[in-house]
Structure formats: C-alpha cells, structure tokens
C-alpha cells in the first residue's frame, strides 16, 4: 500500500513539473526560449552597469553648458588689479584661439571708427578730432559736449579731471568749448584713434610728445593760426577766468586744418583698435550687474554713469550727483558703453604743479559696461605711437554695442572704490 501512494506522488510531481514547462514555453508573444531567457536576464544587469556611466560622462559638459547659471557678483569684480609693463601679461587666450576669434568677429560692413554707425567708405576713412575739454567744477557746463563720439576722461592736477572728446562730424559742430591744455598721457591716447589733436597749451612733457611725433594740431596759445580760430567767450571770462574762456566751432577748426595743410584721411598703417556690432544688434553680455556705477576717480571728482532701461543707455553724473548737461541745449550726456581702464597714476618727483605720470603701455585690467551688466576686461599696449587693445579674460576681443563710448582712465586703487548697484 505504501509503496503504491509513492508511485502516486512521483507520478503527480512529473506531471505538475511538466504542465509547468508547457506554460513557460507557450507565453503568447514570447518566442524567446527559456536558455535564451537566462542569457539575455544574465546579461542585462552587466548591459546597463556599462552603458549608464558612458551615458553620464558624455552628457554632463553638454547639459552643464546649457544651464549655466549666471555669473556672481564677484565673478565680474576687481579686486586689485596689477598694471604690467608688459603688454602681453594679460594675454591668456591660445593664438588659435585668437584667430579663430578674428575669423568670427571681423566685421563686412563699413561702420564709424568712432561709434560703430554704418557708414560710407570716405566718411570711415577720414580723421576725427580729438578736443580738450575743460571739466573743472566752477566752468561747467561745456558747449557742444553731445557732439562727441567717443570721450577719454583722466585725472590732471590737483584732483581735477580732463575729457578728451573725439568728433566723426566735426565741421557742422557750432560753438565748442571751453578749451584747455594737453597733458602727454592724451597725447598718448591719440595713437588709437590717429585724430587731429584741438587743445589750449600743454605741460611741457605734453610739447615734447607732440613735437617729436610730429602730432598734427591746432594750438590755441602758442600757435598762430588766421581767422580767429580760438576766441575768448567774454561771459566765460567775466564769470569764469580768462583762462576757462577758450572757444571755437567746427568750421573754424576745419579752416585752420585746411590752412596748416594736414591730412585729413587715414593712411594705409592706421588700425583701428575699437570693433563694434552693428546698430542692429544689441549685445547682453552674461557679467555681473552694473545698473549704476559710481566711482571716486579722483580726490575731488565722482563719476555716475546711471542705466535707463527704456533707452538702453547711461546718464552720465558727476561732482557727486551733478548731471552732466550740454550748454547749448541743456540736454544731458548719455553713452551706450562705459569703459573703465585701471592703470599706475602718480606725482611727477619734483614737478611744482603738482603735474602726474600715467602709464599708458603695457598692460592691466579693467571693465566693460554694457546694458546694465559689467564684464572684466584686460587691455594692452605695445608702445606709445601704438593702438589700444582690448580683450576680455579668456582672449576674446572685445566687440562694443553701437553708440557713443565713455572711457575712464583711473589709478589702480581705484579698484576698490566702485559700487554698481549704487543707490542715490
């Protein structure tokens, strides 16, 4: 009896075990045998153990450059910026880097040395001027300062500050002024822009510079030129000092230069430092913000360069608050780029008027200041006679929006004066 329940049993387990492979093998839709099933499930886990990290490794750059967040504040801040004898010191982009730059960049279209306005070839071939104009307190405001393209502002003696202010169209320009004296380290500026230096006077370094470089000018004190080509504003002179009464106009310049015989178009070796997009395109840089500079460029002056969101540009403010207006028209000076350049700035030993030294070649760092934001920027100049150049921190050269142009030419320390989210 017993051994027949056994047989029983063993015969039951054979047949469950059997009905057991029917239904593992007759799955509807699975063709896969059961070897085949061991080997794919045996071999899957390996599969995505490989693949996952490949995956990943090759994915990550992309994705992180796709969201890259903006830059912090302190990505785009100078802290203590080192000027360099060596013109090259700030160069960190790779040569092919910096040829593949020019390559993309390097503009087809005819535009304006001065501000990036389309134009024609004779009107991008022609010399701007470049005129002194006084900035000291007590003789603002100046006439005619909204004809300017692009200005140089840099410290004098005594704290005061001195603009430099470039015109594409100088000859309609009506009364401008007033008119002061050149300092050597303009003089140097003019080498980037091969403009026809306006001035009253000059300390002696600047005399020297203008003379051995044969720099073609017209002189206010110390130059005879016919036809009243300076004149003294007698308001100015009563209410101002003789000294800050020094006038001219556009026509009057464009006749002494016609008189003095200068050129008055570029030559084949000038090159333009300055690039610009065109009046088309209005670039966002990815910097940090800049919605109201203000900087203590000297003992006694206070810069502010305001940005308006409707008109894309900066008013300009200076003396601690003062808007900075046209005499004519009592309109106010605004830019569409601010660019602040850090640089070595001392007394001149033994010089009694207290006259300064600003290094103008070699190297250092700076900003660039564009659409409410600000970017690090590094400049660089070979020699004196040499154009400007102009780069940001990882070699890309700098390419400004379209319009009007203010530069600072501050000391280093200035560096740690500036706030850009200045509130009034």
């Not at 003396?319 to 001392?346: C, H, P, R, W």
């Not at 890309?396 to 280093?412: A, H, M, P």
């Amino acid at each position: 009896m017993k051994k027949m329940i056994s047989v029983i049993l063993l015969l039951s387990m054979l047949a469950a075990a059997a009905v057991g492979c029917n239904v593992q093998e007759n799955v509807p839709g699975d063709e896969t045998t059961s070897t085949e099933a061991a080997t794919e499930a045996a071999t899957e886990p390996a599969s995505e153990t490989e693949t996952e990290p490949e995956s990943e490794t090759e994915t990550e750059p992309e994705t992180e450059f796709e969201t890259e967040p903006p830059l912090p504040d302190e990505a785009e801040k100078v802290e203590n910026p080192q000027y360099s004898t060596n013109a090259s010191a700030n160069n960190t982009g790779s040569a092919e880097t910096e040829a593949a730059s020019e390559e993309e960049t390097e503009p087809e279209r005819v535009y304006n040395y001065l501000n990036g306005v389309t134009t024609t070839e004779e009107e991008q071939n022609k010399r701007p001027i470049a005129i002194m104009m006084n900035n000291i307190h007590h003789c603002l405001p100046q006439a005619n300062l909204l004809a300017g393209d692009m200005y140089y502002e840099c410290a004098a003696e005594g704290g005061i500050t001195r603009i430099m202010m470039l015109v594409s169209d100088y000859e309609n320009m009506s009364e401008v002024g007033s008119v002061r004296s050149s300092r050597d380290y303009f003089v140097d500026f003019l080498a980037n822009h091969n403009a026809l230096y306006v001035h009253a006077g000059g300390s002696p370094d600047a005399y020297s510079k203008i003379e051995w470089r044969g720099i073609n000018n017209l002189d206010g004190v110390n130059m005879y030129l016919p036809n009243e080509a300076f004149y003294r504003d007698m308001d100015r002179w009563t209410n101002m000092g003789m000294e800050h009464s020094l006038m001219t106009t556009g026509a009057k310049i464009a006749a002494a230069i016609e008189y003095k015989g200068y050129p008055t178009t570029h030559d084949e070796t000038f090159e333009n430092p300055f690039k610009f997009y065109d009046e088309n395109t209005d670039n966002h840089i990815n910097g940090s913000p800049a919605t109201h500079v203000r900087m203590e460029s000297t003992s006694v002056q206070t810069v502010d360069f305001v940005y308006d969101t409707e008109t894309g540009e900066y008013w300009r403010y200076q003396y601690n608050g003062e808007k900075q207006v046209d005499a004519l028209t009592g309109e106010q000076l605004s830019v569409k780029n601010v660019i602040i350049l850090f640089t070595e700035i001392s007394l001149i030993p033994g010089d009694e008027a207290g006259r300064l030294s600003v290094a103008t070649v070699g190297s250092g760092q700076g900003y660039y200041i564009t659409n409410g934001k600000r970017k690090v920027i590094n400049w660089s100049r070979e020699g004196k006679t040499t154009p400007i150049h102009l780069e940001y921190r990882n070699g890309d050269e700098l390419i400004l929006n379209s319009g009007k142009t203010f530069i600072c030419v501050v000391d280093d320390s200035v560096a740690q004066k500036i706030d850009f989210e200045y509130e009034w």
